[in-house]
């Protein structure tokens, strides 16, 4: 019967830690944005490779001379409109380079910051 207790008591935290992990991901993720947003260095990279489920390889250089090669999972609208072997042109944080986005998401970020009321 203590196997039962025990076996519940596990779900029970495993039903907890999961949610709060994706929330403190998902913030994480947004505030990353919002310094891109704000602060973002613009460059061209170059889809290196499209692979797996969405995954794409892109590289690109930074304003030190630094190159700097990322793999991420991309939404399907994004991963389908990228060629292997184009460029694409991101932002990055100037402190951060390996956190980017890319420059048409900030652009439109940039246009709704700009045409919300003021005080909010």
Wanted: proline content about 6%; hydrophobic content about 50%; some cysteine.
């Amino acid at each position: 019967m203590l196997w039962v207790i025990l076996f519940f008591g596990a779900l029970f935290l495993l039903a907890l830690i999961v949610p709060v992990f994706i929330i403190v991901s998902w913030l994480h993720h947004l505030r990353d944005f919002g310094e891109i947003v704000a602060q973002g260095v613009p460059t061209e990279a170059m889809v290196e490779r499209k692979y797996g489920y969405r995954r794409v390889v892109i590289t690109y250089q930074d304003a030190g001379g630094r190159m700097h090669r990322h793999d991420r999972t991309l939404l399907p609208s994004d991963f389908h409109r990228l060629l292997e072997g184009c460029p694409v042109s991101i932002l990055y944080l100037p402190h951060r380079p390996h956190v980017w986005a890319f420059a048409e998401d900030v652009a439109q970020a940039r246009q709704l910051r700009a045409q919300r009321p003021q005080g909010q």
